[in-house]
């Protein structure tokens, strides 16, 4: 968990306490320490990848790549969609032989997600933006490919002297990836069909919906249960979507604690399902069926496939803090800064503020007494 510090100018050159860090400090002092907490590190970011791979087998022919058949190839190729397979790297380059293995593998692959992040995760639709033919290689740019697109407007100025006009700003990040699809020896005559059957590992173009792509690349007992259209205690939602489709009607129950979303399917006389969710995992499945008692489904039913929930557990690169490494305290101290020590204790100073160089105002002269008047010469006092 990070907080930001922003330091903000005050009057009488007067440097200002950082807003930001105090008020995330009273928001931990309110909030109660229930709240959950998830694990940070490279090993728990990237443990739900899928990276195994299985080779195609795919008969390519011996006769080598004429003009016709590459003209065909792009013009069969380019623009075509499909799902992703696994998890795509963003702004990356993967190199795919044909019918042979998918570099980087395994861990490898792993850590270019974990650093590049996700272009596409499975079961996402891609398309092919570009692609480009070599003596030995396919080139194919997926989703904008791994590079940022160049534009010409970025090296245009306009106007004269000083009323010259900058370039607008066009700053971009690249949005996909790139698969090299490699050939022993020079490329043969392939045909559409044959690369996308070649690309299977990687994008499924095969596939109608994203739901289909996405329980391809689930283990058998799952896949099996979503073809049948069942529902098993432990899926999450993307699961349920997929072997049911959109609910009919949700419902959202409980309190704070307790809280808890319900998916209908069905109406009667047909079977109506409830599908319970708490969080993002299935925890109860009630079939209805007239004449029939209510079937109820409240134990896990994927043996473990999904990881268990995240624990009340803070871990700074996967490693446990102990004494030594634990974080200390928040503090508004330049690092080896340290305070004057007194009597075995840290003292801090007082505040000394400049002198005050301005004369001293000159004292005031006391007034002189003024006379009572009298009364005017020639005159009666009264009687």
């Known amino acids: 968990m990070r907080f930001s510090a922003h330091i903000y100018s005050a009057p009488h050159g007067v440097r200002a306490l950082p807003v930001m860090l105090l008020f995330a400090l009273g928001a931990m002092a309110v909030v109660p320490m229930s709240a959950q907490v998830f694990t940070v590190g490279e090993k728990t970011a990237t443990a739900g990848i899928k990276t195994d791979f299985t080779p195609t087998r795919v008969e390519l022919p011996d006769k080598p790549m004429t003009e016709r058949g590459r003209r065909e190839l792009i013009r069969d190729l380019e623009a075509e969609q499909g799902f992703a397979h696994r998890v795509l790297p963003l702004g990356a380059i993967l190199t795919l032989e044909a019918n042979g293995n998918l570099t980087p593998r395994a861990e490898q692959y792993k850590e270019v997600v974990y650093k590049k992040g996700q272009s596409a995760a499975p079961g996402d639709r891609v398309m092919v933006t570009a692609?480009?033919?070599?003596?030995?290689?396919?080139?194919?740019?997926?989703?904008?490919?791994?590079?940022?697109?160049?534009?010409?407007?970025?090296?245009?100025?306009?106007?004269?002297?000083?009323?010259?006009?900058?370039?607008?700003?066009?700053?971009?990040?690249?949005?996909?990836?790139?698969?090299?699809l490699v050939f022993e020896g020079k490329l043969p005559e392939v045909s559409a069909p044959e690369v996308k059957a070649l690309l299977q590992p990687v994008v499924d173009f095969g596939a109608k919906t994203g739901e289909i792509a996405y329980a391809e690349t689930l283990p058998a007992p799952i896949k099996s249960a979503i073809d049948s259209h069942e529902v098993l205690v432990g899926m999450n939602h993307r699961m349920v979507l997929a072997a049911l489709g959109q609910p009919e009607a949700k419902l959202r129950e409980g309190a704070t604690e307790g809280r808890y979303e319900e998916w209908i399917y069905g109406h009667q006389p047909q079977p109506v399902k409830f599908v319970r969710f708490i969080g993002d995992r299935v925890s109860l499945v009630k079939i209805a069926a007239v004449g029939k008692p209510v079937e109820v489904h409240d134990q896990d039913e994927l043996a473990g496939y999904l990881p268990s929930a995240p624990t009340h557990t803070v871990a700074l690169g996967d490693a446990q803090p102990t004494e030594e490494n634990r974080p200390g305290p928040p503090t508004l101290k330049r690092p080896g800064e340290t305070l004057p020590a007194e009597n075995g204790g840290v003292v801090n100073r007082k505040v000394q503020y400049p002198e005050d160089q301005r004369p001293a105002p000159i004292p005031a002269e006391p007034a002189s007494a003024s006379p009572v008047p009298g009364p005017p010469p020639g005159s009666t006092p009264p009687q």
């Open 131 to 180: 692609l480009e033919i070599k003596p030995d290689r396919i080139i194919i740019d997926l989703n904008g490919g791994p590079y940022v697109r160049h534009r010409f407007l970025r090296h245009v100025q306009i106007g004269v002297g000083a009323a010259t006009t900058a370039p607008p700003d066009l700053s971009e990040q690249a949005t996909g990836c790139r698969v090299m």
